[in-house]
């Protein structure tokens, strides 16, 4: 049997916070202490009801943020975001965009990933403009991160894109670079 055999047949199930414990504890488990692997446990107070699988990606945004338009209105750092959405590839952060267009209102959105868009331009962005959403990968916004051009402190929500398979049927989480 063929691992996209199987992922065929099989129903997707929503994501839940202890999908992304188990990977932390796989992650980190073999180099950390008891202590640091007891550190790194997030509480179920952490996470937001994920997606059950009946809502688009506009109506899971309303639900889980309904405030978003106060949010949206007070937030006027530049250099950071308010909401952090991360998927697995450039194609996918496109898609999203595009189908949030009912949620996000008059906010502005960045897109955080690789694909014909150099960090540079991106960090000159970040610096020059106040942003509410940055759409990206985890390569990119964590090399982002690491040079200090995005701050993540003014960050509320940070939405895992957990459910989407690609055409290989891997989840963000199945690839070994994330």
Not at 25 to 38: D, K, L, P, T, Y
Not at 69 to 90: F, G, P, T
Not at 119 to 125: A, F, L, P, R
Request: proline share 4%; hydrophobic share 40%.
């Amino acid at each position: 049997k063929k691992i996209s055999d199987v992922l065929q047949k099989s129903a997707p199930k929503p994501g839940v916070p202890a999908d992304l414990q188990n990977l932390l504890a796989q992650h980190f488990g073999e180099n950390r202490s008891v202590i640091e692997i007891e550190e790194l446990q997030l509480s179920d107070s952490c996470f937001l009801p994920a997606n059950d699988l009946t809502h688009s990606f506009s109506s899971y945004l309303k639900e889980i943020c309904p405030k978003w338009a106060k949010l949206r209105r007070n937030h006027k750092e530049q250099k950071s975001l308010v909401m952090l959405v991360l998927c697995s590839s450039a194609l996918r952060s496109l898609e999203l965009i595009k189908s949030m267009t009912a949620f996000k209102g008059d906010c502005r959105v960045i897109k955080l990933f690789a694909k014909h868009i150099k960090i540079k331009e991106q960090m000159n962005m970040l610096e020059k403009g106040v942003f509410h959403i940055g759409v990206g990968t985890p390569g990119r916004v964590k090399a982002l991160v690491e040079q200090d051009a995005l701050c993540l402190n003014s960050t509320k929500y940070m939405v895992l894109d957990w459910n989407w398979r690609d055409q290989k049927l891997r989840r963000m989480m199945d690839i070994p670079e994330v």
